[in-house]
């Protein structure tokens, strides 16, 4: 275990004939030590045939007994401490509690520890410099397992937002399916993804442009998954008191194209409509400024809906001007949209035209 902290120092410093000095009173520094947790750690003060009373017992000896191992060889091969309290802090991440109570255990733990070491080293006449390593090397005990804990806390949270957000993503894929899975299934999935369900919904599709490292944030109640062909989102409940707003602020600086609001088990519809508005928006046909709402172009959703008829329709429409050249097409296209613009009215298109 030697090196574990970084450096090796300052644990040769220390006399290794000092372990046979400590093992003997290695219960009765336990006992102390847990004695001062429980009355000092509110989470540690339980009854002492608990369960949890037998794990701090069970904790404390093991910490004790590498710390005079580790003196009596800093070389030695073991079992690695470290390792066991990365488990800790797994541990504690997993059962959803923080690491403060366990860090105040640790220093009241070595708080004891050292008052104990002081009196045995005025008994044994320690010199001060020995007594000097000693408490450095305690502090760098105490500085190890709290950095393993840490660590594995750290680690088994980001595994549980990574499961967590698995679930998102697959109720995202879940309500986006064509044919919609079923209300019951939808509902365990939701469970599953802490997700309350609404009563509407409303999608929301992303530009490519978006798939970069700079994801825009959003609330945590809109289901996202920007590694979709198209990213996408789910917004619940769109139309409730200031969610457009918030739905704006969150993608702010986005292209983004927002369905109609739907109910759950129709988010396949919605995303549909967004879909076919974020792809008229990137060609240009639907003016693209931020945030795009469908229901806001639906006539020119109809129209491009069918574009090969849209195309055919044009060519018969148009056929009058085929003949002429191009410059001569535009201005007639121009008068003749001014024309329509203006309900037939002749002054109004020579107002629209500067004529």
Request: proline share 7%.
């Amino acid at each position: 275990m030697a090196g574990e902290g970084g450096s090796d120092r300052p644990w040769p410093e220390v006399p290794r004939e000092l372990a046979e000095h400590m093992r003997p009173h290695l219960d009765a520094v336990a006992d102390d030590m847990i004695a001062e947790i429980q009355a000092r750690v509110r989470e540690y003060d339980r009854p002492a045939d608990a369960p949890y009373s037998s794990t701090l017992r069970m904790i404390v000896e093991r910490v004790l007994h590498y710390f005079v191992e580790r003196i009596a060889d800093p070389d030695g091969e073991r079992e690695s401490v470290t390792d066991f309290f990365h488990a800790i802090g797994r541990g504690e991440a997993g059962a959803g509690r923080s690491l403060d109570a366990m860090q105040a255990a640790l220093r009241i733990g070595c708080m004891v520890a050292w008052r104990r070491i002081s009196e045995g080293a005025a008994q044994l006449n320690v010199p001060a410099a020995v007594l000097g390593a000693l408490g450095e090397a305690l502090l760098a005990y105490q500085d190890e397992l709290a950095a393993a804990a840490t660590a594995g806390h750290a680690q088994a949270q980001a595994a549980a937002v990574g499961e967590m957000q698995r679930r998102r993503q697959r109720l995202l894929g879940m309500l986006l399916a064509d044919p919609p899975a079923s209300p019951e299934l939808i509902a365990d999935q939701a469970a599953a993804a802490h997700w309350p369900m609404p009563r509407t919904v409303a999608a929301v599709a992303l530009g490519r442009h978006h798939q970069d490292a700079r994801h825009p944030a959003f609330p945590p109640d809109i289901l996202a998954d920007l590694t979709r062909p198209v990213p996408s989102l789910i917004v619940p409940d769109p139309d409730g008191p200031g969610r457009a707003k918030l739905v704006d602020r969150a993608l702010s600086g986005c292209l983004a194209a927002v369905g109609p609001t739907v109910p759950v088990t129709e988010a396949a519809r919605s995303m549909d409509w967004a879909r076919r508005t974020l792809a008229l928006a990137e060609r240009g046909i639907i003016e693209a400024d931020g945030v795009i709402r469908s229901v806001e172009h639906i006539s020119t959703l109809i129209v491009f809906q069918d574009e090969d008829l849209l195309a055919e329709l044009s060519r018969l429409r148009l056929a009058p001007l085929a003949h002429l050249r191009s410059s001569q097409q535009d201005r007639l296209a121009e008068t003749l949209l001014a024309w329509l613009q203006s309900g037939r009215n002749a002054n109004e298109v020579a107002m629209r035209l500067a004529l």
